[in-house]
Structures are given as structure tokens and as C-alpha cells.
């Protein structure tokens, strides 16, 4: 099967915006502020909603989408933190449901609470939620909840420690994927979420997070941002600082996705990222909805790209279409197995 | 000849260190600022400090290198506007020194005293000196003074208009380079350059910036940071927001620097963008020192790389090394001829 980790609920019934916009609102004006969570919005609504996803897998054949609410949406620096703890809830439910529904084309992973400063143990409740009560496989997890602003401590920073804790206790990885930029310097597609996954990288390089937490596990979206494009970099880098070879420092914990909208990306990254740490992906519906006039492609049909790369074998394409999926979200593996669709088992690595 | 448009002047006698060491201490206590900007460098000083660059030239067989001061020692937000005066003034006048001295060797590139907050136009007393007094080729422009907080206005931004009416007067382009980094989130080289490379071809694709100033040149350094590895998502995201394509709206005016420190990477390059916009560099003595156990050569050592893309034409070396220098920089290109090294002449484009 046909894994796809990172796809966003970008097509959402207006009911979810205008949740939102009362929740803003009422900031200003109390009496604005939503009475209830319940959106009003029926199952049929939600299975509508997804068509244009529907139709896109079954076009380009991917089989399960690794679904979670839209990365710009998150927008954690938008009001207070009460409000976004409601946010997230909300957004977490519509994706459960979704993934309720459609139970073969989707699975879930969930948005957190973060709120610029504050500790991030305000997350793990809904954390806990998502996974335990909803069966959520991952979270998205914000470097950067400001909004490009970046003054959170880095990734390597005891500040997040308790979260990584309550992410291996739960056995969920986490997507680093910033939201929305309210900084002018950064455009969200193009600056804030490329940067943000380069940023990750080099903090996670700099330290030594993965001798304290040797199980967790991060996917860095967007191909790893610049990474694979300067790795002659990032291990020259990693060598100065004394560092170990990145293939024992990082890349038994760090793992990058397929979003990269050109076949010459995807080439470069099968040669000089180890396989086993490539997940497929096409962030659906996501940054690039056109049409490339170079292929006459969608840009954003990534399958195509990995397809093509002439290099990979059978069993490599395994493991970036389903295997490493497995792998880096067993609860996922778990689900798919309960439901009659176990793995070919993973080699070993 | 073999021209790299990237080096930075990285061992500077101590007195410089000592002078900027003074320069911030007499922030504290007026008694120990410098009573001069004579720095006591003697012309045999300077040429022994160039020793490493000058034999790393003639062990990789390039001839001269666009040389300017060192890019984390410009830290723009550190000190006080009139400091950063003097301190880019001492910095520029090294940099001439040296190329005075060893003129088949260097040829200048200076550092501008931007200073958070300020108007640019404080800026163009020091471009008009360096250029029209001191005969530098370009200039070093960070689109983020504060060093890391991204509080300025987007390159785009009338802001900027004033220096960029001075360097079209003078012909002379910019390498948007910033400085150190004082946000933790943001490793100087492996995070902050690379992402103020990506976030200034967003900021230039998100605005039309050349249709105001057609003859104005950047150069993006670091291969572009993320750009040609995600050329498919910039195509794509300038077609969403209904710009010209790319060759257009962006490629007579922006350049590429070759400081990419893998051949992937390279030939990545070589592949996507057009081989008008790409200039030899490798940002000696840079941001990686070390040799990659991979290939037992020096990871900064690009021009092997460049040498090793089968792709590349003769007559594409010729304006990677040379012919694209020469045309993006038109007074190296008139300094070079009137000391009897003309170019072949660029082929139009």
C-alpha cells in the first residue's frame, strides 16, 4: 500500500472558520464568543469535504493519508492560550471523525495547544486525549509557536522535555511544522515552513537530544527543508562541532518527507539521504496546488517523482511508500494491522 | 580564468579583534574606546594574513577571489549606529589594503554599516566611498541587521529604495548576505545564512521589485539556501500568486553562488537553474573547514564539484567561472580588462 504521511484538512466546512472567527472575536467582545463546540457540521458534510482528497488518492494512487488539521490554521499565537486549547480540541475532533468515517483513507494526526512562552506541558492533556482516547498515530509539533518570531527555546532545550517525554511514552512521533507567519519577512509556504525545517535540523544537530531520548522521533517536513541540498554541509558541520557521523548523531531519530515538487529534488534526495529515513508524502492539498507547465503534472504529485528515480530498488520503495511508515508510527502499523493490513515486516535497519 | 565571487576575509590580524573589543567596551566606559582607527597593520601583516587564502587558491587552481569582510564579524545589531560606522569603515579599508596589495589575488566586496531600525540611507555615504574612492565591485547587504529577529521590512519594501538607486548609479550588485546570529534558534551557518537565502528569493518572488529596478543585481549565496532544491515549489507558488515564470520575473536579476558542499548538490543545481544565474564561489575560508571522510577532500573544495558536473558544456564552465562574474559584477569585469585580463566577452543571453 500506498502511505502518504502528510496530508492537511485544507478543505474544511465554512462552520469551522466562523468557530474561529467568534472564538477572535469574543476576544474583543465576550457576548461574540462561541457558546458551544459542537459546529453543527454533519458526518455527510465532513464525507463531502473530502472528496477532492478522495479523488486525488485514488487518482494518483496513494491508499491512506496521514491527516491532520491545516498547518497554517494552527496559528498558535492567535489569541490566548484558553482559546487555542479549544482550537485544538476542535480541530483534533473534525479529524478524528473524518478518520472515523473514512477509516481506510485516513489516519490521524493531531494539533497541539502550544502558546508562545508558555510551558509546554499545557499540551500533553490534549496529547494524552488524542492518542489514547482517539487513536491518533502522530502530532504536529511548532518550533516556532510565535509565528516568525522565534523565541522559543531550540528543539534541544529542557523547555521541551516534557513533551518529548509524553511522546515516548505514548510511542508517537512528531511532524516539526510551524503554522502561520505573522512576521512580513517570512511568506508561509515559501520562507517560514522551509526555514523552520532547516532550523530544526541544525538545533537537533547542534545538541544531543537523542542520548536523552533515545526512541523519539521527529519527521522534518518538506524534503528536510535545505538539508538534503547542503548535506556536504550538515556533515561538515556535525564534524567541526565534534559531533558523530550523522547517521549515528540524528538520522536514527530524524526522518524527512517527499514534499519536494520537482523530480530533480526527489533524485538528489534518494542519493544522499539514507532510505530508511524517507517517508512518502505530497502535503496534500497543500503549498503548490497547480499545474506544472514543465510536466503537465500537478506539482504537488509527488508519487510521479519517486517513481521515476531509477536508482531505487523494489524493496527501497517499500520502505518510502509503507515500510518507514510503519515504522516511524507504529500506532499506525498497529491500526493497519487490526484492520487485516499488516506490513511486510520491516528489514532491519 | 577562474574567478570565486564568495570569500570572506576570516583571518584578520588580532588588532582587529582588539580594535571591535574596544570599540563595545568603550560602550561601558568611554575611557576604553579607540582613540584611532589606525589599526597598526603593517602591508607585511596583511599579505601573511592572506597566506592560507592565497595557497588555497593555488592548490584548487582559482586565480582571484571577490573578497570581503568577514560576514558573522559585520554584526549589525551589536553596538550603536555610529559604531557600526566606524566599524565597517576599519573593516572596508583592510579589505582594500589587501587588495592593493595583492591585486591579481583579490578584488573588493565591502560591508555596509546597516544598523537595525535605521533609514537606509545612512548606508550610502560608505557604498559611494568604497565604490567611487576605493574601486570596490559590490557590496554586502543583509536583509536582517537585527541578527536573527527579522524586524525588517521585506527586500521589496520602499525601505530599501535608496541603496538600490545608489548601486544601480554605481553598478554595482549585492551579495544578500547576513551577519551572526543572536536568537538561539538560529545556528549562524547552518541555519541563519541558509535561511536568509531562502527567505530573500521569497521575498524578491513575492514582489515585482525589478520592474522598479531593472539593472539592480543580487547575488543569493549558499547555492540560494533552499531554492534550487525546492525549484519545483517556487515555479509553482510564483504561478499561484500570477507572477511572470520565474526566467522572467526573477532570473536577470538574481544569481546563485556554487558555496554547495557536495557534488549532489551541484549537479542538483546545475540541472535546475539556468547557467546565466550561477557563479563559482566556495566561501574560502568559510563556513566548513573540514575534509569529507567521504571523498578525502576538503568540503569547501567546489570548484571540484563544478569540474565533475558531466553536464556542463565548455562553454558553461566558462561563465561559471568567469563569464557570469564578469557580467554580474561589471567593474571587476572593467578593473580585470584594464589590467590587460579581458573576459571572451559574454555570449547574449
Redesign the interface.
Known sequence: MIIDIHGHYTTEPPELRLFREKQLAGLADPARAPTTTDLGISDEQLVQSVQPQLRLQKDRGSDLTVFSPRASGMAHHVGTEAIGRQWASVCNDLIHRICTLLPDNFAAVGQLPQFPGAPIEGCIPELERIVRELGFVGVNLS??PSG???????LTDRYWYPIYEKMCELDVPAMIHVSSSC?????F???HY??AD??AF??L??GDLFRDFPTLRFVIP??G??V??????????A??LKKPLLGEHLMKNVFFDTC???L??I??MA??IPVDNILFASELLG????I???TGHH??DTRRYVDQVKALSDSDRYKIFEGNARRVYPRLDALLTRRGKPGKGNAPR
Chains 1, 2 share one sequence.
Open positions: 518550533p516556532d516568525g518570531h522565534w523565541n522559543s527555546p531550540p512576521n512580513p519577512a517570512f511568506h509556504t515559501g520562507a522551509i526555514n532547516t532550523t541544525m538545533q544537530l547542534q518538506h524534503g527543508g535545505a538534503p541540498f547542503h548535506w556536504g554541509r550538515y556533515r561538515g558541520l564534524q567541526e519536494v515538487y520537482h530533480p529534488g533524485e538528489l542519493k544522499v503549498a503548490v496546488k497547480g506544472d507547465p514543465e506539482f504537488d
